[in-house]
T-cell receptor, first 114, second 114 residues
């Protein structure tokens, strides 16, 4: 079945550090890939997405490139801020129809210290 | 806009009790779903609905019932609560299937079963 594997956490960085969060996936066909973020006390919200190979999703300084050859969708940011402290989830959807479902990774907690 | 509203935010139940978690959205979304979030396991899909009168099971449906009588509401019923159902529950909605359109999440319901 479909699955998403995220690197183990938590991750603690200093402000302005470079961030990479690894994500690999297993799926049949050509899934859509997502990063969702959960800020403290809130529900998840979409950070970025990519729907086909070599697409790059970007938002709020975060980027991720859909790499079909390595089945990866790693999240990067050049300079993190304290406000980026949150839980980050990588997810996929194997289909795009009405019955499509999201399969999530375990999530990773990022803490950014001033 | 209110978005996706979940009630209650916190709940403590005794084993064997029943309750309903409420979820309402005001975005006229066809697709609604329920997830549970457990430490180290990410989010897992419980049930979902692609429109009023249509529901289907997700990955972990046992012990939960749903119905969808209106586009706006998608309640989740626990018929006989068990300690294994202690979790944080999230409701999500999207305009169409989540494979292609953004999923909007509520703030969650933290449920403890003692």
């Amino acid at each position: 079945g479909d699955s998403v594997t995220q690197m183990e956490g938590p991750v603690t960085l200093s402000e302005e550090a470079f961030l990479t969060i690894n994500c690999t996936y297993t799926a049949t066909g050509y899934p859509s890939l997502f990063w969702y973020v959960q800020y403290p006390g809130e529900g998840l919200q979409l950070l970025l997405k990519a729907t086909k190979a070599d697409d790059k999703g970007s938002n709020k300084g975060f980027e991720a490139t859909y790499r079909k050859e390595t089945t990866s969708f790693h999240l990067e940011k050049g300079s993190v801020q304290v406000s980026d402290s949150a839980v980050y989830f990588c997810a996929l959807s194997a289909t795009t129809g009405a019955n499509s479902k999201l399969t999530f990774g375990k999530g990773i907690t990022l803490s950014v210290r001033p | 806009n209110a978005g996706v509203t979940q009630t209650p935010k916190f709940q403590v139940l005794k084993t064997g009790q029943s309750m309903t978690l409420q979820c309402a959205q005001d975005m006229n979304h066809e697709y609604m779903s329920w997830y549970r979030q457990d430490p180290g396991m990410g989010l897992r899909l419980i049930h979902y609905s692609v429109g009023a009168g249509i529901t289907d099971q997700g990955e972990v449906p046992n012990g939960y019932n749903v119905s969808r009588s209106t586009t706006e509401d998608f309640p989740l019923r626990l018929l006989s609560a068990a300690p294994s159902q202690t979790s944080v529950y999230f409701c999500a909605s999207s305009y169409w299937g989540v494979g292609n359109t953004e999923a909007f999440f509520g703030q969650g319901t933290r449920l403890t079963v003692v």
